[in-house]
């Protein structure tokens, strides 16, 4: 069974920074591909960043190429996403996931709970 543990979202003024953490179980991890998502009030979930199994190659959303780095823990079945220079536009509730697809970072349909981002302006 899937599950997707969220944290380390907050309250934060625009510039300053979080470090969201994913612990994921479920499958087989350090030979996964992840990702995060988040979805803003009335809007439709995208995606945010992805990293493959080795961290080799990692993939942005244009909106956050150079403020966001995502990482990941294979000891750990952790998967992290550093978030520097936040902007009230990255308000959003913030979810990880497995990918079945890295062309289409496409997510499977489990989703954790996610972790609420408030960027104050």
């Known amino acids: 069974q899937v599950q997707l543990v969220e944290s380390g979202g907050g309250l934060v003024q625009a510039g300053g920074s979080l470090r969201l953490s994913c612990a994921a179980s479920?499958?087989?991890?350090?030979?996964?591909?992840m990702g995060w998502f988040r979805q803003a009030p009335g809007k439709e979930r995208e995606f945010v960043a992805a990293?493959?199994?080795?961290?080799?190659?990692?993939d942005y959303a244009d909106s956050v190429k150079g403020r966001f780095t995502i990482s990941r823990d294979n000891d750990k079945n952790t998967v992290y996403l550093q978030m520097n220079g936040l902007k009230p536009e990255d308000t959003a509730v913030y979810y990880c996931?497995?990918?079945?697809?890295?062309?289409?970072?496409?997510?499977?349909?489990?989703w954790g709970q996610g972790t609420q981002v408030t960027v104050s302006s």
């Open positions: 996931n497995f990918l079945s697809s890295w062309s289409a970072k496409k997510p499977y349909n489990n």
């Open positions: 479920g499958r087989t991890f350090s030979s996964s591909l």
């Open positions: 990293i493959m199994w080795n961290s080799g190659t990692r």
